[in-house]
C-alpha cells in the first residue's frame, strides 16, 4: 500500500481551482520531485498533502503506517524563520511538537532523538548557537534535523536549496539522497532545479494546471514533457497531460 495516494484531486482557493485532476502515489522509500513554474500549485499540494488544507475534490489517502502529522516538513523560507530567536537544540526540538500530544514538556525520548538528528546530519557542535546566526547552509541542515525529528517515514521540502549557494546546494541534495537512501525515509522535494530533480528523483509530478506528467525519473527524460523542459526549453506543453500511474 502507497504512503500517500492522490485520487482525481483537485485543489483551489475560493472556487478557483489551481490544480486539477492528481492521481499519483508515493510508496516507501520513494524520492518525488514536484517541479513546475511558478503559480503552477505546487506549494498548494505540499498543503493538501500535509493536511492543513482540503481538496475541493478527489481524495487524499494516507497508508502503511503514515498519519499526516507524522510528515516531516521544511516549509519555504520565510524571513521570520531566518531570525527566530532560538538556539539550534530548540529549533531542532520543537520537531517534536506535532507528536507530542497534549504532554505538556519534551520526554527524555524527544530530547534523545533531537541529539541523535543533530548527529545525523553533523551539526552537534551547533546546539547551542543561535539559530539567527547561523550561515543559509547551516539553517538548512538545522530545519532539515528538525522536521526528521518529526518522521520515521517521509519528508516533505519546499524549495530547499533557494539562496544557497552552488556548493552548498550540492551539499544539501547529497545529505538528502543519504537521508533517502540510509534511513528508507521517503522524500517529496517541491523544486525548481528540473536537472538536479531528474538526477536524484525516483520520480516526478510536473505540474501545469493539471498533472502535465507523473512517473519514474527516467521515464520523465524520455518523455515528451521532459525534452521539452530539460532542454531549458520554457514554451509549455499544455495539450494533453502523460502519465505513467
Ligand atoms: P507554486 O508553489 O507552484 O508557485 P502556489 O501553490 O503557491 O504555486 O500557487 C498556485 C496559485 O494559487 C497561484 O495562482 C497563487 O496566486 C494562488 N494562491 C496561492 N495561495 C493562495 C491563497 N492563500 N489564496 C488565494 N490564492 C492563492
Redesign the pocket.
Known amino acids: 500500500m502507497a504512503l500517500i495516494r492522490c485520487e482525481n484531486v483537485s485543489i ?3 472556487g ?1 481551482t ?2 486539477r485532476e492528481l492521481d499519483f502515489s508515493i510508496n516507501v522509500g520513494d524520492y518525488l520531485c514536484i517541479v ?11 498543503k493538501s498533502l500535509l493536511g492543513l488544507k482540503n481538496v475541493e475534490k478527489g481524495r487524499i489517502i494516507y497508508g502503511d503506517g503514515l498519519k499526516k502529522n507524522e510528515i516531516g516538513y521544511l516549509p519555504q523560507q520565510t524571513d521570520v524563520q531566518r531570525d527566530f530567536p532560538a538556539s539550534v537544540y530548540e529549533v531542532v526540538l520543537s520537531g517534536r511538537l506535532n507528536s507530542r500530544g497534549f504532554k505538556p514538556f519534551y520526554t527524555a525520548a524527544d530530547k534523545s532523538m533531537a541529539a541523535e538528528k543533530l548527529e545525523l546530519l553533523g551539526i552537534s557542535d551547533l546546539a547551542g548557537m543561535c539559530f539567527r546566526d547561523l550561515s543559509g547552509g547551516q539553517k538548512q541542515r538545522v530545519l532539515l534535523a528538525r522536521a526528521l525529528c518529526a518522521t520515521k517515514t517521509m519528508l516533505l521540502l519546499d524549495e530547499p536549496v533557494t539562496g544557497l549557494d552552488p556548493i552548498v546546494t550540492a551539499e544539501f541534495y547529497q545529505l538528502i539522497r543519504r537521508i533517502n537512501h540510509d534511513e528508507k525515509i521517503a522524500v517529496v522535494m ?1 523544486s525548481h532545479d528540473i536537472e538536479s530533480a531528474v538526477e536524484d528523483a525516483s520520480h516526478i509530478l510536473h ?1 501545469q494546471e493539471k498533472m502535465l506528467f507523473f512517473g519514474s525519473a527516467e521515464e520523465y527524460r524520455e518523455s515528451r514533457v521532459g525534452k521539452s523542459f530539460l532542454s531549458g526549453a520554457e514554451h509549455s506543453v499544455s495539450d494533453g497531460g502523460e502519465s505513467n500511474v
Open positions: 483551489g482557493y475560493e478557483q489551481v490544480v513546475g513554474e511558478n503559480g503552477s500549485g505546487k506549494s498548494t499540494l505540499v517541491v505540474l
